[in-house]
């Protein structure tokens, strides 16, 4: 009975899965003891700031605009939100940098005045101006993708530097030095 067998499949075929499966762990190898580059470089840095006016986020500080932030003298840009956790534990240490005498100007992002005032009651407010941008215009406008994120504006109104993420107690030193950087 000849004609009832079955064509067989080459013998290659039997192998393919082992193959594709041993690959599949190669490329996870690679992946795993690679070093991936996870810097983020600011297209925004050397560039001056988009042309903004906000208006007041909370009660008893103003809003903030571009012109606000070129008047000479070095500051920061903080961007933030009430409902951002890593916001909450940067608080602290942008009211140590304002004890310092930095100057820090804030933009809320997506948030309600409410929550805003309970935020800055409980955590203080190092802020001269906070500005409330409701639909993240500013924010992508500056490059930001997240909160928080601290930009270091020169006395011109131009983007010197760009921290990701929040500002730590141990990272104090290395702001300070991007507000002096930026007086030159």
């Not at 050397?46 to 605009?65: I, N």
């Not at 955590?123 to 500056?142: F, K, T």
Request: charged content about 20%; overall charge neutral; some cysteine.
């Amino acid at each position: 009975m000849a004609g009832d067998e079955k064509p067989r499949a080459p013998r290659w075929t039997l192998w393919l899965p082992l193959a594709l499966f041993g690959l599949f762990v190669v490329l996870v190898v690679v992946g795993l003891v690679r070093p991936k580059d996870t810097t983020i470089e600011s297209h925004m840095i050397g560039k001056p700031l988009p042309v903004f006016a906000l208006r007041a986020a909370a009660d008893g500080r103003p809003g903030v605009a571009t012109t606000d932030l070129a008047t000479g003298k070095p500051q920061l840009l903080n961007i933030f939100a009430s409902w951002c956790i890593p916001c909450r534990a940067e608080a602290p240490v942008l009211g140590e940098l304002a004890a310092k005498g930095v100057v820090i100007n804030g933009i809320a992002i997506r948030d309600r005045r409410e929550d805003l005032a309970t935020f800055l009651k409980d955590l203080g407010n190092p802020y001269q101006r906070i500005g409330a941008d409701d639909v993240s215009s500013v924010q992508l406008a500056i490059g930001s993708a997240g909160v928080p994120e601290t930009f270091v504006i020169d006395g011109k109104g131009v983007i010197r530097y760009q921290h990701i993420g929040d500002i730590r107690p141990d990272q104090i030193p290395l702001i300070l030095q991007k507000l002096k950087e930026a007086e030159q």
